[in-house]
């Protein structure tokens, strides 16, 4: 019998990991009444769903729930860049998409980003420069991911944070709280309007060459054979920013506070240098930044003896699936040695993070060069983890820091 998850409890958003094991073992396939989802949390069967196509991931209806279908015409413009994303496409369309995104992010334009990456730590930091006490999240982990999303975009500096509001109030509709979800709608719906006007205007003017751009390098895909529509370039350009920011955010974050916390295994990264990409992964795996991702089935298929409907709404924790024991030896110990099964921190299968090298790239450079220029960084206050459970991520995190 398992008992009654509160997913908004605080003792589960401080520590999920206890409740995670307990539905893992008792209840493989979980019923929860409050969030009306089925939930799975072991490795095999979250793996299993994210390789079959009834788990659907183009769940478009599933976020206007709860607004009058009158009012639905209204959000026209949202609803067309939101339906065009990768995230909430399957089949074909998918597939078409993603094969011409993914040029955006193919090794020759990966290169470019490497100095655009540097370039903005050596930024960050110089802002820091010289300061003993610094708030890790504000100032470094949060900016960091934004502005080289935006810089290898190819969008001019003084447009960043008016792009990242538009993105932003986008991005609040797409949460699951249900708090007032019309007027997120109408939010979100102004932001897509002006959004669809500013890109298609930088469309128009994005050059071929120089530093990365990725804006032309998808305008160059659409116009070879127009495969990809301005809507869709828009679309998934915002998609990009939404996916890319607050996930890689959380992993800077929830990487420091672990290297802080785990000294021994400080230890060892200080000896050796090559282990700063094992460190990442090991991150991932632990403190999973995105913990649970939706599905809905298109057709009826049963789990551990359990029926689930066509139309059933399914939660796959990557975050239980991370720690379960079949698969990873002591699975609540960081181990940046570990060998053995891979995480599933970037999903799997066809809508497996399509930024999981640039993510992997921004954190390796911020957390090699971060222990170059800090000697013995310490936490000033005990951090807390944020009140949102499906991304895992603190919600500050105060530090002491010497400069080398
Ligand atoms: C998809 C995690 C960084 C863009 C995904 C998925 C996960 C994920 C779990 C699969 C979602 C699903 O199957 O429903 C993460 C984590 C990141 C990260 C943990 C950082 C630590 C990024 C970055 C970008 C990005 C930096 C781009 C700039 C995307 C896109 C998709 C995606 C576009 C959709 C792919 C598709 O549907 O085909 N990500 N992500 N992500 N991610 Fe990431």
Redesign the pocket.
């Known amino acids: 019998m398992c008992k009654n998850i509160q997913l908004l409890n605080d003792d589960f958003l401080q520590d999920p990991y206890r409740d995670y094991a307990h539905v893992r073992e008792e209840c493989p396939v979980y019923w929860h009444e409050a969030t009306a989802y089925w939930w799975l949390t072991r490795y095999d069967d979250v793996h299993f769903a994210?390789r079959q196509p009834q788990f659907k991931?183009a769940r478009l209806h599933a976020l206007f729930d709860g607004i009058a279908p009158e009012r639905l015409s209204r959000f026209t413009p949202l609803t067309r860049l939101l339906e065009s994303?990768?995230?909430l496409?399957d089949g074909a369309n998918?597939q078409r998409l993603?094969s011409l995104?993914s040029t955006a992010f193919a090794p020759r334009h990966m290169d470019l980003i490497r100095p655009v990456i540097r370039q903005v730590i050596e930024d960050l930091l110089g802002e820091m420069q010289g300061r003993t006490s610094v708030e890790f999240i504000r100032e470094f982990a949060d900016p960091l991911?934004s502005r080289v999303?935006t810089r290898i975009l190819g969008l001019p500096a003084e447009h960043y944070e008016q792009f990242k509001s538009w993105t932003n109030d986008i991005y609040q509709f797409m949460g699951v709280s249900p708090v007032d979800r019309t007027t997120r709608a109408e939010i979100a719906s102004t932001a897509a309007v002006e959004i669809e006007r500013y890109l298609d205007r930088q469309l128009d003017d994005c050059a071929v060459g120089g530093g990365p751009n990725l804006l032309s390098v998808l305008k160059s895909a659409s116009e070879a054979g127009e495969r990809l529509s301005r809507t869709e370039i828009i679309a998934?350009v915002v998609?990009?920013?939404n996916?890319?920011?607050e996930?890689?955010t959380?992993?800077l974050g929830n990487g420091m506070y672990l290297l802080l916390t785990h000294a021994e295994q400080a230890q060892l990264l200080s000896h050796d240098r090559s282990l700063w990409p094992s460190f990442v992964e090991e991150v991932?795996r632990y403190e999973?930044?995105?913990q649970i991702?939706?599905?809905q089935l298109s057709e009826a298929t049963e789990m551990h003896g359990v029926p689930l409907p066509a139309g059933a709404n399914v939660l796959l924790f990557?975050g239980a699936a991370n720690r379960d024991p079949r698969l990873f030896w002591q699975a609540n110990q960081f181990d940046i040695q570990r060998q053995g099964a891979r995480h599933?921190?970037?999903?799997?299968?066809?809508?497996?993070?399509?930024?999981?090298a640039?993510?992997r790239m921004?954190?390796v450079e911020a957390f090699a060069c971060l222990s170059k220029v800090w000697r013995s960084p310490r936490l000033a206050v005990t951090p807390r983890w944020r009140s949102y459970p499906v991304f895992r991520g603190l919600v500050d995190l105060q530090l002491h820091v010497t400069w080398q």
Do not use: D, K, Q, Y
Not at 348 to 354: N, T, V
């Open positions: 994210l991931s994303r990768l995230l496409t998918h993603r995104i991911p999303i998934n998609g990009l920013l996916a890319g920011h996930t890689t959380n992993l991932l999973s930044p995105v991702i939706a599905r990557l599933l921190a970037f999903g799997f299968g066809p809508h497996f993070c399509i930024g999981a640039l993510a921004i954190t």
